[in-house]
């Protein structure tokens, strides 16, 4: 079994970006890392390197994490790490200026990745990250496109999980939203139908990551 992270790795680990991935580190921290298949260095310069899937989740059970809430979230709002509106958290940072260019910061960031992460250089289809980061990708792709999500007293979009591999769940509170919503993860490089759930006859979108 591989060994647990050390501390200072611990600590790049959790500095990483929390959209990219992106770690700061000594060559040695970040080769340790690479060794322990916990990061890889990208081929094309500058050399970045990035968390993997297994790195993520490090991060993401992380001994002073706290247990993952009902609804799904990356953080809580007061630990000033960006967090994806999924819609419907029972505490949610404030709409303006500053959420704006958080959220556009966070979705060039996640464009970058997709960028130096696909062979081909190509940002029109998700990325890695985005597969093991299901929910989170589809909600920053609804909301840097200007979608209201819910909560707050105001009805808008949720991004939920699914049983299914690879596939999330968007309601929206009328057709009309939930066309724009489909629309949205579409030109985002998602494959989004439209479906109806047997018992409450709600319509929801099922959206997955396109691969081509």
Known sequence: MTRPPTAAQRRVIEAADPVTGRLRGTEAQLAALVKRGLAFRHPRPP??????????RIREVAPEAAEEPAVPQESAPSTGVFAARVGGEEEAPPPGPARLREVHSAWQGLLELRRMTHPDGAVDRPCGWERTHLVRAAALALEAAGHRPAGGGADGYRVRATPQPEAVAVYAPDAETLAACAATLERAGWQAGEYTEPRTRARYLLASPRRA
Not at 47 to 56: N, S
């Open 47 to 56: 050399h970045d390197h990035f968390l993997t899937p297994a790195g993520h």
